[in-house]
């Protein structure tokens, strides 16, 4: 056996043990007579119940992080900016239509076309010339949109948001448009990612089709590594800090 054949065969068989272990943790999902995996709750069983998510071993990949003295609110805040984000803070989240209109107004965006998730439906947004973004026949595709979009939770650590998909929250909100803004709520924001998918498997019993995280408007260094922001998602995002989102 040459050293070539003796390498490729410890990798074959360290690969072959690490496949038969994951192929133990996490089995297949159940299949339907139609062939199709399960998607009811019992496919999300092991995501909420999986040891391996628990908080205690969690802990045990390392030390918690701490924010020391710096109040969570303020180091989201100071995180956010730092990645571009703009942060305005809201008495309520009815005061998200008129805030959004100045941030525009002020941005010279005024007149922007302007979508709503259907779950910030029953904010007061007509006034704005606002579409109900969960509509067929909206074009998402239009040049200089705006989405509004609720979040699930914010990370302080990072200055991210985090975004649950539904019917009422579709992701396409999230990146199509060119000015992202979200509603955060305070009580919502947590220090870490492990702290907000701490809430998700506490508060949401199947998990969504998505779960995104952004941080900060898009970008990319891809064309000869000077960055462009927008040319993936967003060229702008903000987020509106409120009591009850």
Known sequence: MSARDDILGRIRAALGSERAQLAARFPAPAQTKGGGASAGPNANAAFASD???SAASCAARGPA????DVDIVTRFVAKAQQVS???????????????????????????APLVVAAALEALPWRMHGALPG????????RDG?????PSFAAIAETGSVMCLSSTATPTSLNFVAATHVVLVNRSAIVATIEDAWARVRASVPVLPRAVNVITGPSRTADVEQTVQVGVHGPQRVLVLICDDA
């Open 145 to 149: 949109l705006v989405s509004v979009t």
């Open 65 to 68: 992080i701490s924010l020391g």
């Open 134 to 141: 969960a509509l067929p026949g909206v074009d998402l595709r």
């Open 51 to 53: 040891a391996s998510f």
């Open 85 to 111: 984000a703009t942060c305005t803070p809201i008495a309520t989240a009815a005061d998200a239509p008129a805030a959004v209109d100045a941030y525009l107004r002020d941005a010279g965006l005024a007149g």
